[in-house]
């Protein structure tokens, strides 16, 4: 799987939309972006993926570059509760036949300032 | 009730103990897996399980075995615990060969060896 390369830690004003980064330049073609947030010491909690077009669902939207090198992810009104370690992770789709490793790097911790 | 619940949620105990961590999951999924979660860092795969007779070491099996007894079980057992053994420990579940995308982890374990 390819590796991911995103901040340390992010702050975002309650309200604002929280934009989170992350270079995935090494990326193959039938990789998908993948990701998760941890709150507090929580189990991951899965938000949202997609391969080449951008995605949107409840929790947000996941803005892929057109040479896939890069993402970003896009909570549209930060609440505190919002307050998380991010994490971007790409993987091969799941099959039956494996393709079953979540790789989690040290992720993004988004801080939501009240 | 929780769909994905793991017992005990904490544990203290001394190097040399043998010490059983259970995951149970009402979801019906197929998948199980085990992950470790070291202060700061990501999560790193320990084993997994497709079904009841399918058993696969992940990144950082040595020093754990695992047993899957049913389909909603998976339990995690560490035959003679270290100190560097010493983490937060999550069970995750998902039917991701049946094309969800996402896996759903349990509220973790957190233990600590003397």
């Known amino acids: 799987d390819a590796k991911t390369t995103q901040p340390t830690s992010m702050d975002c004003a309650e309200g604002r939309a929280a934009n989170l980064p992350c270079n995935h330049s090494?990326?193959?073609?039938?990789?998908?972006v993948y990701w998760y947030r941890q709150i507090h010491s929580q189990g991951p909690q899965y938000i949202i993926h997609?391969?080449?077009n951008n995605e949107t669902n409840e929790m947000a939207s996941l803005i892929i570059t057109e040479d896939r090198k890069s993402s970003t992810l896009i909570l549209p009104h930060a609440t505190l509760r919002d307050t998380a370690v991010y994490y971007c992770?790409?993987?091969?789709?799941?099959?039956?036949?494996?393709?079953?490793?979540?790789?989690f790097g040290t992720g993004t911790r988004l801080t939501i300032i009240p | 009730d929780a769909d994905v619940t793991q017992t005990p949620r904490n544990r203290i105990t001394k190097t040399g103990k043998r010490i059983m961590l259970e995951c149970s999951q009402t979801?019906?999924?197929?998948?199980m897996y085990w992950y470790r979660q070291d202060p700061g860092l990501g999560l790193q795969l320990i084993y997994y399980?497709?079904?009841?007779?399918?058993?696969n070491k992940g990144e950082i099996s040595d020093g754990y075995s695992v047993s899957r007894q049913a389909q909603a079980k998976f339990s995690l057992s560490l035959e003679s615990a270290i100190p560097n053994q010493t983490a937060l420990y999550f069970c995750?579940?998902?039917?991701?060969?049946?094309?969800?995308?996402?896996?759903?982890f349990g509220p973790g374990t957190r233990l600590t060896v003397l």
């Open positions: 090494t990326i193959s073609g039938n990789e998908y």
């Open positions: 995750a579940t998902s039917n991701e060969g049946q094309g969800l995308n996402e896996q759903f």
């Open positions: 979801k019906g999924h197929d998948r």
């Open positions: 997609g391969l080449k």
């Open positions: 992770i790409v993987r091969l789709a799941p099959s039956n036949f494996g393709n079953e490793k979540l790789t």
């Open positions: 399980s497709f079904d009841v007779k399918d058993i």
